[in-house]
């Protein structure tokens, strides 16, 4: 009953975070790891990606009666007592790569080839909120009207679908595929061939790793 729609914004240009903005024919050439560690950790906190979730919640009930007669167990849903509705839950995402601590042991040369193994990549929730104008419901006469508590749990529950849905979403890939367009222009001005450039994580990450890879969240309740 939840409905997930997934809006790709674009993926940041990121080359000039990693160059202070110069020109590549500015950029003077360097050929020791260390120098090259140094300019790579110019990049600081490089955002790579970015989402706009909207998942709507759905929730419906009824009164029910039930009981026993006559040895008999019984469970009536009584008419005119149902209530609907729908809640849009807007969530925004980033992905970043945080070169702050990014040292030689995050560089294997070998000969002309070059592998930069990425520090692990990070998301944000920096932002959820309920669109309150987009809400749709239905309650009974009978019935009272949800309550503020409801609406809360209702909003929960859609942000924490849509953190489960991180892993199907890409952005991880989005984060590495963002980092290698400032790196590897880097690389070949120290003089490495593009084909003997390889850009990597340590590892494949999985749903499992989600915990991990999760940063800072930040609600917004109200109306913008």
């Known amino acids: 009953m939840k409905k997930l729609a997934l809006y790709l914004l674009a993926s940041v240009l990121v080359s000039a975070a990693c160059t202070g903005g110069k020109a590549e024919s500015e950029a003077a050439p360097v050929d020791t790891v ?8 110019k990049c600081s906190k490089l955002y790579t990606a970015e989402y706009q979730v909207r998942k709507i919640v759905t929730h419906d009930d009824e009164v029910e009666l039930k009981g026993s007669l006559f040895r008999r167990k019984f469970n009536i849903a009584v008419p005119m007592s149902s209530r609907k509705i729908a809640i849009p839950v807007d969530a925004k995402l980033k992905a970043y790569v945080d070169f702050g601590g990014f040292s030689e042991k995050n560089v294997d040369i070998d000969g ?42 209702y909003e929960k529950q859609g942000r924490g679908q849509i953190i489960k849905s991180i892993p199907r979403m890409g952005i991880i890939d989005m984060a590495r595929a963002g980092a290698a367009h400032a790196l590897v222009p880097m690389l070949v001005r120290m003089g490495f061939k593009e084909e003997n450039i390889t850009i990597t994580f340590r590892k494949e990450f999985t749903a499992d790793d989600l915990p991990m890879l999760l940063e800072n969240t930040t609600i917004e309740n109200g109306r913008q």
Not at 113 to 131: A, F, H, N
Request: charge should be negative; charged fraction near 30%.
């Open 34 to 41: 260390p120098v090259m560690v140094m300019q790579i950790r």
């Open 112 to 153: 002309d080839k070059v592998e930069i193994i990425l520090p692990d990549p990070k998301v944000e929730l920096t932002s959820s909120r309920v669109d309150h104008d987009g809400i749709k419901k239905h309650v009974s006469l009978i019935r009272s009207d949800f309550t503020d508590a409801e609406m809360a749990s």
